[in-house]
């Protein structure tokens, strides 16, 4: 079985390490580069990329995860996204550009930052929570939008790493975790 990392910092990495079971895959807390390194693939899960960012400095877990996400899938959602992303606006911050997508953090508004909503998936629809989600503003060429919300894209992969907007380990359909552990 393969092992899926879960970067347990801050943030829901207990839903993730749920939601990797549900799909059928082994998770493990990661909170060291040993640990790290005892991985198949990484989930960088939702929380405050700000603080997440310091906290993978502080721990000096940031190189080590640069050279993890050279060799194997690194999947992340919400604030995970934001750090993967190749630029992050509103307000600026330092990314670790994985992915290229550019986003834009807390880009819904106050009104309507966190809801419950449908997105399109490969001709199908699936549920979807927003928590304060970034908006993706631009995807380059070498990536593939695997769902949109409103025109948006919310699911995107690029070749062996992927990011949500939403969060996929809150709603109790396993396929996007399920196409992550595919990839391992
Ligand atoms: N708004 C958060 C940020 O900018 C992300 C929210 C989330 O992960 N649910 O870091």
Not at 33 to 47: F, N, R, S, T
Not at 87 to 96: D, E, G, I, W, Y
């Amino acid at each position: 079985m393969k092992t899926v990392g879960i970067l347990a910092l801050q943030g829901d990495f207990d839903a993730h390490r749920k939601a990797v079971e549900r799909a059928g895959g082994l998770a493990v807390e990661v909170r060291s580069a040993k640990e790290l390194d005892a991985c198949d693939g990484l989930i960088v899960p939702g929380g405050e990329s700000t603080t997440m960012l310091k906290l993978l400095d502080i721990e000096n877990l940031t190189e080590p995860l640069r050279q993890f996400a050279a060799r194997k899938p690194v999947f992340g959602t919400c604030a995970g996204a934001i750090l993967l992303a190749r630029s992050v606006t509103n307000p600026a911050q330092p990314s670790l550009n994985l992915i290229d997508i550019d986003v834009e953090r807390n880009a819904y508004g106050r009104q309507i930052d966190s809801r419950v909503t449908r997105v399109k998936a490969d001709g199908h629809e699936m549920e979807a929570v927003f928590i304060r989600a970034p908006k993706i503003l631009r995807v380059g060429e070498g990536g593939k939008v695997l769902a949109t919300c409103n025109g948006d894209p919310v699911w995107v992969e690029q070749g062996r790493h992927m990011v949500t907007t939403f969060h996929p380990e809150l709603t109790p359909d396993s396929r996007v975790h399920c196409a992550f552990l595919a990839k391992l």
